[in-house]
């Protein structure tokens, strides 16, 4: 009669699934685990809601609802928020400096060919790989014959420091990442290297230009430079800028990518000499791969510092955004208005390298193999 | 101006030092010039009224301009010009390093300027001084009655020492509000972070101007530094320092003589007056004796008119600065403008 029954228990006695509690999931859950998860938080939260409460209405208010778009100087300006009418007459500057308005369609064209020059590097299975590889290689011949023209007198000849605002950004950043990349790999290995002349040098060359600021070495390259050269020899520029600023950036980079280098374990290193690859062999398919990956983020911190630092040309009297936005504002017809013309410079700089930190955070993901 | 005198003049004694050389005197400047067909003028990277873009991306302003009379003067078209755009630290070892034929960048004469750094500066076109502006609720009509007021001022300036002598001198009080570059001093001021703001007063003009209450303030009388502004060249070629100074002088006794960019056309085929005559080369020979063409002086005034139409295009009452003519008027019109007589 009184058998032990096996223990079971009925499915319908369970309780059904249930969804977790609102609390745990969806915006509430995020709220709770991400911004009210203590006392220490939630206070934190509020103060920041807070500011964000006084400043964004007033700022939304300033730049949009309340602004003059229109007119043809700042006296036009009547309202209380922000002068925008200069955009109209000054965009052109803004984008390409000093160069021939009637010429700007090159520094156009030479964006557009940009994308598909950067296109097979930057993203995987782009159609026609192999051949736009072989574009971008010429790419920077190309680019540079269209902004300066001359050569086989097709284009009218533009001198460089006709070359300005965010155009002058974009050339002197672009070509300093490009170059700065492979010198700081060399930089980098030369360092390491067991051949004391190349390690000496390497060294000596990045501490040399690290030790000082960037701005030094533009006044150098503009100041000191001409009282050694014979007159007649005029160095380009904007040359002269996109040497330096690689100089700087790959003294950085070199040792961002030394930082990768040192984190590969030895064994990777002997295993590479065990399966007998040489120096060159082994660094190219085992030690760079790998240490390039770990050092993305510092890669493209320096880029993005690069990029912000092309700024600093104005000292040497070239006029990149920031120095046609001063000059702008020197204008009478246009004095005071620092705060429209500096949130605009701000939101270019900001695109640009908001993407860059983006697409190497995409980037780290994918290639993100062994961790996870 | 004196704005980062000190810094610039520390920058060129330390290049020259290191490089263990003088300024290099170019000894034919003018053939230099002349051979390739541009004058290279140094101006400001962006000064209210002095040198800023327009909306073709053309420079222009009061220093520009004295740059195009002389680059008309000399190669006789006011835009074979090459613009430098100049620091207040690389003004000078621009020059000295002959990247510029001509330095016209509101530059404040001084002693050392002129002889330890090797220039030589070749006039005045604008006198300038430091000054204070402030709110007229202040109920203070001179900088004198300060007492205990609190001042914006840009560091590292001689402006800041002259307004601790200023102080000091008068026997008065103040508390110096500290502020890293113009703008910033400008927004400080407007945000009422300190009573008065003190730079040159052509700056203040500017300043001024920008203000949506402009009337509320006012700058005061008082000026409590000395800042003749002017172009200067190297020192050591004195034909091009010639040149350069009796452009400067050509434009002001133009005004004196009547002479504008519309009526020299008129005057240059001959008048009674023999200076006239002399000045726009239809007697005399003063073009030669300089090394230039005959009508240097007519193609000069003709850029950009004469000292008074210069003036007032760029800085006068009729421009957003509004500044007055005062000590810059002509020595016959109360002012100290007196260039020597063309003779």
Redesign the interface.
Known sequence: MDQPQPFHRNPADMLPERAPPITATGPIGWLRANLFSNWVNTLLTLVALYILWLAIPSFIDWAFLSADITGED??ACTSDGACWAWLD??I??FLY??YP?DQTWRINVAVVLLIPALAPWLIDNVPGQRWLRWFSVVYPILATWLLVGGWFGILEEVTT?NLGGFALNLTVGLAGIVLSLPVGIILALGRQSRLPLIRWFSIGFIEAVRGVPLITLL?VS???L???LP?DVALDSVIRVIVMVTAFASAYMAEVIRGGLQAIPKGQYEAASAMGLGYWQSMRLIILPQALKISIPGIVNTFIGLFKDTTLV????L?DIL??A????????W??L?SETYVFVALFFFVVCFSMSRYSMRLERKLDTDRR | MSIKTLTGMAAVAG?LT??G?SA?A?AATLDDIKSAGELKCGI??????F???????NWTGFDVAYCRALAAAVLGDPDKV?W????G??RF??L????IDVLSRNTTWTFSRDVDLGFTFVGVNYYDGQGFIGRKALGVSSAKELDGASVCIQTGTTTELNLADFFRINNISYEPVPIETN?EA??AYEAERCDVYTTDASGLA?TR???PDADAHMVFPEIVSKEPLGPLVRQGDDQWADVARWVLNALINAEELGITQANVDELAKGTENPEINRILGSEGSLAEMLGLEKDWAVNAIKAEGNYAEIFER?LGKN???GIERGLNALWKDGGILYAPPMR
Request: proline share 9%.
């Open positions: 700042r006296f007459q000054r052109g500057q400096g000093f308005s420091d006044f503009n100041i000191i001409p009282i050694f007159p104005i000292v040497i009297g006029f120095g046609i001063n000059a702008m504002v020197s204008n009478p017809d004095l005071g620092s | 290049v290191v490089v050389v290099p170019h400001n990277t962006g000064l209210p009224g040198a800023f873009t327009d909306d073709k991306g090459k430098v755009n100049l620091t630290k690389n070892p621009a000295a390093s002959g990247e703008e400008r927004k500017a101007s920008t203000f760029y421009t957003p600065l």
